[in-house]
T-cell receptor
Framework: AQSVSQHNHHVILSEAASLELGCNYSYGGTVNLFWYVQYPGQHLQLLLK??????LVKGIKGFEAEFIKSKFSFNLRKPSVQWSDTAEYFCAVNAQSTGGFKTIFGAGTRLFVKA | DVKVTQSSRYLVKRTGEKVFLECVQDMDHENMFWYRQDPGLGLRLIYFSYDVKMKEKGDIPEGYSVSREKKERFSLILESASTNQTSMYLCASSPVSDGNQPQHFGDGTRLSIL
């Protein structure tokens, strides 16, 4: 069965610390991978995506993620976090389904950045 | 910019009531989705639709139904609300693609069943 695992449910960092959020997926087909972010009181929005080409993808606000096919991983990174990065982060994979694709989400990681 | 609008941000209903959650998107997307979001469980897919009048069950369809009479509108129906359906409900839409297009989300409806 298709699944997405996020390694940490809660992460607390100080400003300027580096961030890495782990994500592993289980899916045998062609992968399209996403990171979404949900800031407090806001709707989910796309942070970055990978579907082909360079496995290191860059997103908004200085985030990047690396697709490692052999490890079935798509970890999210940021060299120096800011207080405004406090949010919940969701890793997701698009899996083929009847009529098209459906998105499978991880359980989410809540990041709290201390000012 | 894509706009996905959910009819209510907050809703309080009683056990046994029939509840309707409405979602409208303005970008002519073929695909629409309903999720519920619970702490520690992420987003779980209830139903999705890839065309008008078409619907597919997601991972947790029990106790829910959906309606898609028009392309832009996707309704989630709780036939007889129960307390375990208290949750945040998210609607999303996306265009037809090879799977490489993200979904666009509404602001969510926080539903409480008393």
């Amino acid at each position: 069965a298709q699944s997405v695992s996020q390694h940490n449910h809660h992460v607390i960092l100080s400003e300027a610390a580096s961030l890495e959020l782990g994500c592993n997926y289980s899916y045998g087909g062609t992968v399209n991978l996403f990171w979404y972010v949900q800031y407090p009181g806001q709707h989910l929005q796309l942070l970055l995506k990978y579907f082909s080409g360079d496995p290191l993808v860059k997103g908004i606000k200085g985030f990047e993620a690396e697709f490692i096919k052999s490890k079935f991983s798509f970890n999210l990174r940021k060299p120096s976090v800011q207080w405004s990065d406090t949010a919940e982060y969701f890793c997701a994979v698009n899996a083929q389904s009847t009529g098209g694709f459906k998105t499978i989400f991880g359980a989410g990681t809540r990041l709290f950045v201390k000012a | 910019d894509v706009k996905v609008t959910q009819s209510s941000r907050y809703l309080v209903k009683r056990t046994g009531e029939k509840v309707f959650l409405e979602c409208v998107q303005d970008m002519d997307h073929e695909n629409m989705f309903w999720y519920r979001q619970d702490p520690g469980l992420g987003l779980r897919l209830i139903y999705f639709s890839y065309d008008v009048k078409m619907k597919e069950k997601g991972d947790i369809p029990e106790g829910y139904s959906v309606s898609r009479e028009k392309k832009e509108r996707f309704s989630l129906i709780l036939e007889s609300a129960s307390t375990n359906q208290t949750s945040m409900y998210l609607c999303a839409s996306s265009p037809v693609s090879d799977g490489n297009q993200p979904q666009h989300f509404g602001d969510g409806t926080r539903l409480s069943i008393l």
